[in-house]
C-alpha cells in the first residue's frame, strides 16, 4: 500500500523471519490443526475471559499459557530433556550451564495473552484462506498487492528445523514480491535452529543478527539520510 501511494516514509528493507507468508508450503503440525478445526472450536477451546482481579479483567484472549503448553507438548522430550541436565548441573555445581539454562526458559516461559480478535483473524486470514499468499488479502477496503513493492529491498530468514513455520513459508515472500530486483533479494535457511532460535539465543545474537545488519546496512545511503535531515 505505501509502495502503490509513493509513501515518502518507505522503509529501504523489509525482514521476515520464521513467518507463515504461505502456511500452505511445509505445512506443520500448527497447520494442520488449522486446517482440520472449523473457526468454532477455535472460539470455544482457545478463547477464555480473563478473570478478576487480574489487569483486563473480563476481556476475551488467547491465553498466553495457552501457547506456551502447545510449543512445549510439540517438542516435550527436548524440554524434559533439559530440565534432566539442569538437574544435573545443579548437583555438579556447574553454574555456568545453570545460568544459560536459568536465562533461556526465564524468557522462554514469559508469555502474554493474545487479543481474541487478533487471534482468531489470524486464524482465518493467514492458516486458513491464505489470503496474503492467494492475492485476496484487504486492508481498508484495499487489495494488498506484494507485486506493488519495487524499491524496497527483501530478506527472509527461516530456521532449518522450525517445527512452527516450516521451511518454504517464509521465502514464498519472494514469489510475490515479483517486482524486486534480484540484487536486492536474500533468502536465507539458517541450519540447526528451530523456530525460537531464529529469533533469540546465542546463535542468533552471533550468527543471525549480523546477516540483518550486513542486509541493512548495504542498502543504506548516509548521503540522502542527512539530506532528509537537513530539510527536517
Known sequence: LMSEDND???????????SPIDARQSPTQANRLAETRDMAWFENNMIHTTPPPYPGMFRRVYPGFLQL??????????????????????????????????????????VLDMSADFYLETIQEVFKEHRLA?????????????????DV?????????????????????????????????????????GHYGVFSGK?????????????????????AERASRTKS
Open 69 to 110: 503448553a502447545s510449543f512445549m507438548n510439540m517438542n516435550l522430550e527436548r524440554h524434559v530433556d533439559a530440565h534432566w541436565s539442569f538437574f544435573a548441573h545443579l548437583v555438579e555445581d556447574n553454574g555456568d550451564d545453570v545460568q544459560k539454562h536459568r536465562e533461556f526458559y526465564d524468557e522462554y516461559l514469559s
Open 153 to 193: 529491498a527483501l530478506l527472509t530468514i527461516e530456521g532449518e528445523r522450525d517445527d512452527i513455520s516450516g521451511v518454504g513459508q517464509t521465502q514464498a515472500a519472494h514469489a510475490l514480491c515479483t517486482n524486486i530486483p534480484p540484487e536486492h533479494r536474500v533468502l536465507h535457511v539458517h541450519p540447526k535452529v
Open 203 to 223: 546463535r542468533f545474537e552471533s550468527e543471525i543478527a549480523p546477516i540483518i545488519t550486513k542486509f541493512t546496512r548495504e542498502r543504506f545511503d548516509p548521503k
Open 8 to 18: 515518502p516514509n518507505l522503509p529501504r528493507t523489509m525482514t521476515f523471519m520464521g
Open 134 to 150: 492467494e492475492g485476496t488479502m484487504k486492508r481498508n477496503g484495499r487489495l494488498v498487492r506484494p507485486q506493488a513493492i519495487r
